[in-house]
């Protein structure tokens, strides 16, 4: 992958720079790239009959474009590879790092790491790419994972329908540290401070039907 | 809050009915209460210059209705404020319990618990709604701590909109247990299982400025 740490941020545009906080945002490419390769999870938005749907479904990044996944079936799947010239497309991505407890309700709030993406979704069908995209869509939730599984089979590759979505309309927005009460309030009687909060990860449980010979891989008890 | 247990279940639409994995959806009150009742973060879609936007922000559910807030000034409220009759949104909440690890890749998984609200979001303008709703978004977020933090003073009040969506098209989604192997793969050298999932709590981080004598509140050590 490209060391994109000198790159040029992404460009602000009309709907990536915030009417709120414009301070919490940032366009930096590393910056962003640290928020989407630490999630796998996005919510993507697009219009169906002139309203707008959310859904969760994994991702991957893979230089300046996402990939999303999912069955042939699938709506927005489906109206991506029909839609001329491809699916308008929102992709969010939010990470919740603490709760930010205030003296004063108002000035409760969370500490996060978010990422919106706007732009165009087009069915990947070179297949090569499509098989890298799946491969990434795996890696993306365990890395070092799609090394160590059953590679997709033509049929399976055929059922599965893979949209990309490249970086260029792009934007990140962050809060950390502590409260912000105001100064009328610092000896108000009530607890002010964060809660952290990470993903916490339980002990592996293996499938009901796996050779106990076969030990946990690394890259799961690592994490 | 009235019990719901017994409650018909959401009436499925169109749009709530999944073209794929129809046996994951489900429409039961007390398990989207649930699911709602466990988050406090969601993703808001509209419609914007007829491009999807899709933007993370705290919610609270108050008997068959969610609250959203935010600043007079921002996107999605002001729509909604001067919309009519109303804002078409999409506001979806998900919570991912586990990693599934199939020994072919394109079984991999996760197992989550989502639910998906489409309607109509409306500013709330009566001042008791809106009190009693910013109230239910800090205890959404620290159960308890509305009681525990100084309440929104009239300019506060007046420079937070508050919008309303009421759940009547409504949907689950969940997928839990293990991988779903195809028999000629359960022979195959790969580890399979889930990796567990669940929000980890950090040591709470008081405030900078906050009097040593405070303890960290119950509400907070008993997660």
């Known amino acids: 992958m490209a060391d994109t ?22 366009y930096d490419r590393e910056l962003v790239h640290g928020i989407l ?11 169906r009959d002139g309203a707008p749907v959310v859904l969760p479904t994994l991702f991957a990044r893979v230089g300046e474009r996402l990939y999303i996944h999912g069955s042939t079936g699938a709506r927005p799947l489906r109206a991506a590879g029909q839609a001329d010239p491809g699916l308008a497309v929102c ?7 603490g709760l930010v407890l205030a003296r004063s ?8 790491r978010s990422v919106v993406v706007h732009g165009t979704a087009h069915e990947v069908t ?12 795996v890696d993306q939730v365990v890395p070092g994972r799609s090394r160590d599984s059953r590679p997709a089979t033509a049929k399976e590759l055929a059922a599965t ?9 792009v934007s990140a927005k962050l ?20 809660l952290p909060l990470a993903p916490g990860y339980g002990e592996p ?8 010979a076969l030990a946990v891989p690394e890259y799961l008890t690592a994490r």
């Open 175 to 194: 809060r950390s540290g502590g409260p912000n009460d105001d100064a009328e309030d610092l000896g108000l009687p009530h607890w002010a401070g964060v």
């Open 105 to 112: 309700a108002f000035h409760h709030s969370i500490n996060y």
């Open 126 to 137: 070179d297949p090569r790419e499509k098989r890298e995209a799946l491969d990434a869509l």
């Open 205 to 212: 449980v293996p499938a009901d039907d796996l050779d106990p």
């Open 5 to 26: 740490s000198t790159a040029a941020p992404y460009p602000a545009t009309d709907r990536t720079v915030p009417t709120r906080y414009r301070e919490r945002a940032s």
């Open 91 to 97: 992709l969010t991505v939010t990470h919740v790092d």
């Open 161 to 169: 329908a893979v949209i990309s979505l490249d970086l260029n309309e």
């Open 37 to 47: 390769d630490t999630a796998y999870l996005c919510h993507l938005g697009f219009v």
